[in-house]
Structures are given as C-alpha cells and as structure tokens.
C-alpha cells in the first residue's frame, strides 16, 4: 500500500512526469477528434477534458484540490449555459438582453450623430464612418451608463446577488465572490476597490481568484465596442457576450481553485459586509465622472490599437521578407512559403482551436485571432476577427464564430499580468510580489476560463434556436 501510495505521491509531486502523462493524454484527445470530428457533442467533450487536464498539470497542490468546489462550479457554469442559451425563459432573457443592448447602442450613436453629422447633410458623412468616430464613442456612453447604474445602487444589488449566490454555491470566501461578481461590468483594476479594506489579508488561493476572474472578463464599455464591431455578421453578438462573461467569471473561479487550492483560512469565509462606494456625489456628477473615464479608456484603446497594430504590420513585413530571401537563396528550403508573424502565431494556437470544437479546416484561421488575443490584447483580435469577416463573410461557419465570441472575450494577455502588479498592487502594496509570482498563471486561467465557455455555447448552440 505505501508503495503505491509513494508512487501516486510522486506522479502528482513531479512536474515533468505530469508533463509526459498530459503530452500522451492530450496526443489521444487529438485521435479521438479527428474520429469524431463532425460529432460537436464528442468535440465539445474532448475541449472540456483538454482544459481540465491543462489546469491539473499546473496545479501546485493537487491533493488539496476541493474537488466539490471545482466538480459544482463546473456544473453551475454547464447550468447558467443551458438555462440562458436553451430553455424558453433563458433564451427569452437571452434574446431581450442582446435587443437591450444593441438598443442601447442606438442610444450611443444619437450622441455620436450630434457631435459628428454635417451641418449640410445632417448625417455623418462617409469619410468619419469608422472605428475611430462610430465604435470608440460608445464607450464614453457606457462609462456613463455604468456609472449612473452604480450611483443608482442597480449595480451594487446585482453583484451582491451573484456573489451571494457564489459563496452558497461555490464556498467561495466573500471577498473574492465580490470581486469576480463586480467583474461582470468593470475592469480588472476597478473590481478589487470594493474590497480594498480586506487585500492585505486575502490569502493566497484569493488572491489568484481575483486575478483569474480579472484576465477571463471584459468591462462593460470595451463589450459595447465589440458589439459595434461584430453585429453586422453575428446578430446575437451582445446576448452571447453578456453570456460569456457570466459563463467565464464562474469559471475562473472553480479553475483557480484547481490550480491553487485555498489551504488557508480566509478572513471573509462566508460572508463579508462592505458598502460599494458611489462615483459621484450625485447622479449628474456621476454621469460626468463615467464619460470622463471612458472618454480616457477610448484614447487609450485608440492608442493601443494604432501601436499594436502597426507593429504587427512591421512584424509581418520583416519575417515574411525574411523567409523570402532564405527560401529563395537556400536551395534546400525552396520548397518552403514564406510565413510572417501572424503565420507562426497561427501555427502555435492551431492545436487549441481544433480541441475547442473549431473545424480542421477553419481551425487556423481560428487560431490566428486566438493568438492575437493572447500574446497582443482581445481588442486586437476582435478587431481583425470583424475585418476578416467583413472581407470574407463565408471564411468561417457560424458555429465557429460563436466559438470564437467567447475564446476571445476576456483581458488574459501578456500586458494584463502587467496592468494588475501596478493596478492591483498599488491598491496593497504587500501583495504585489504574490501577484506578479502567479501573473503567468492566471492568464493561463483567464484562458482556459474562456476556452471552457466556447466549448460549452459550441455544444449547446448547435441545438439553440435565437
């Protein structure tokens, strides 16, 4: 018995030989779907069990591993998707919260028609119907929108509700309910300031709760954008993007609970009473505070956007010349093509596209916004996701749109473990090093969250009637 016992301890203790299990585990899912290919049940089942195994080999204590935590969230995460995305009342809330959305939009373009229409023509001209005057405007409206619904307390009842509801379910500490349930409208820095009395003695396990919750969501006014983006060739964009960060904040929290189990006693276990502040004194200061604060996340997302964007053009040209002149001059490498940046990206994220349930033949052009999102932003990945669209509407079937809404709908990227060791950090300073130690692998979460997301709405949507 204590052989066996030594064995199973040292399986589980060393990293490598978990690698070499998870490589062979991971060879026979890639078997299976190319068996099963057309199967999008049997897919969808190959996805989940390729993300779970992901999150059990960068587990730092697998025996610890509360696995009625994790087996319940999963199960809670499977219901919130067949409840919004199949049954009647679900579909009826599904649909009512994408026509809402989109008619908040039309809301958005009154004020983006004020500032930008001809005095001669009444309208907005050709020339401004673009992403810099029709999609970043939006918003500034949201910022608004959110900050009024925050003066309002709408917002403070919602995430009191969802993480209540968190905490009973899941058994989550208060403290780290609160914040991924604040994740369902604001941003990855802005969440943790609802508990900013209670950071300096969040454990460990929280700690990476809060910071996956942050990488597999999106705030509310960037969702706006990619709504504005995308509406034109998925119509149901908004009440999939809604759904998503709902399927993706609960399941961040049962995949960090996976990959760092909590072994500690948290200060908040079970309940915590904190009051959300207000933005504003009143409801027009208010008001003004969130165009402010969008107007300024607009500038940086233009910003960001013209930088990145130009860098991968530049990227793109240097490899790709590159490639040329040793295709071209080496005889031996002639039969190769010559590949730029986006190419090798592809190529990487090839593999996780095709366990996700995205057909072999869509899964490169799949992978290559799936790349972008990760080692770049989600930003960038829409944005080239809706222009590869608009120039090749049948590039893709519709199931791999869907697919693709929620993979690239969260902040897991390689600038975001950044934002959050001087966002979050500059909140409580003594938890800085714990946060820049586990950045890695909470994008990793924030991933795998959104992956699981995609898998369950490709599953789901394949019998769903919008």
């Not at 068996?35 to 969808?44: C, D, L, W």
């Not at 809402?100 to 004020?111: C, H, Q, V």
């Not at 709902?246 to 189990?261: D, G, N, R, W």
């Not at 053009?313 to 490639?323: E, G, K, P, R």
Request: charged share 10%.
């Amino acid at each position: 018995m204590n052989k066996n016992s030594n064995a199973l301890d040292l399986i589980l203790n060393n990293f490598w030989i978990r690698l070499g299990i998870y490589l062979v585990l991971i060879l026979g899912l890639w078997f299976l779907a190319n068996i099963f290919e057309t199967n999008k049940i049997i897919r969808g089942l190959i996805g989940l069990n390729f993300i779970f195994l992901t999150a059990l080999l960068l587990s730092n204590n697998i025996k610890s591993i509360n696995l009625k935590t994790v087996l319940v969230g999963f199960l809670f995460q499977v219901v919130l998707a067949v409840f919004l995305l199949l049954t009647p009342f679900g579909v009826i809330f599904f649909k009512g919260a994408n026509d809402a959305f989109l008619a908040l939009m039309g809301y958005a373009k009154k004020g983006i028609e004020f500032l930008f229409s001809s005095f001669i023509t009444n309208k907005v001209e050709d020339p401004l119907v673009n992403f810099t005057f029709i999609i970043l405007p939006t918003i500034v409206f949201f910022g608004a929108l959110i900050y009024m619904f925050y003066y309002l307390g709408v917002m403070e009842i919602v995430i009191k509700f969802y993480a209540w509801i968190m905490m009973r379910v899941l058994g989550t500490s208060g403290a780290e309910s609160l914040v991924a349930s604040a994740k369902l409208f604001v941003g990855q820095t802005e969440a943790p300031l609802i508990i900013k009395p209670f950071l300096a003695v969040l454990t460990r396990s929280e700690i990476f709760t809060i910071m996956s919750a942050g990488m597999a969501t999106m705030a509310g006014g960037v969702m706006a954008a990619y709504v504005g983006m995308l509406s034109s060739y998925i119509p149901t964009i908004a009440g999939h993007l809604l759904t998503a960060v709902i399927l993706s904040v609960t399941a961040s929290v049962y995949l960090s609970k996976l990959i760092i189990p909590e072994i500690d006693d948290p200060v908040t276990r079970g309940n915590i009473k904190i009051k959300i502040e207000k933005p504003g004194t009143n409801l027009f200061e208010s008001i003004t505070i969130g165009a402010r604060d969008g107007m300024f996340l607009a500038f940086n997302v233009g910003a960001m956007l013209l930088a990145f964007i130009s860098l991968i053009a530049m990227l793109n040209d240097v490899i790709f010349n590159f490639t040329s002149f040793l295709f071209n001059h080496i005889s031996f490498l002639s039969s190769f093509k010559p590949f730029n940046f986006q190419h090798i990206l592809s190529f990487v994220c090839y593999p996780i596209a095709y366990l996700l349930g995205v057909p072999k033949h869509e899964a490169f052009v799949a992978a290559k916004f799936i790349s972008e999102k990760i080692v770049i932003n989600e930003f960038v990945a829409y944005s080239d996701f809706a222009k590869t669209l608009a120039n090749n509407p049948s590039i893709i079937s519709e199931q791999t749109r869907i697919i693709l809404s929620y993979a690239l709908g969260g902040f897991a990227n390689f600038s975001s473990i950044g934002i959050q060791v001087g966002g979050i950090g500059a909140l409580e300073p003594k938890i800085r090093p714990t946060i820049a130690q586990l950045g890695l692998r909470a994008l990793i979460v924030g991933n795998l969250a959104n992956f699981s997301s995609a898998v369950i709405a490709g599953m789901i949507t394949t019998h769903a009637h919008f």
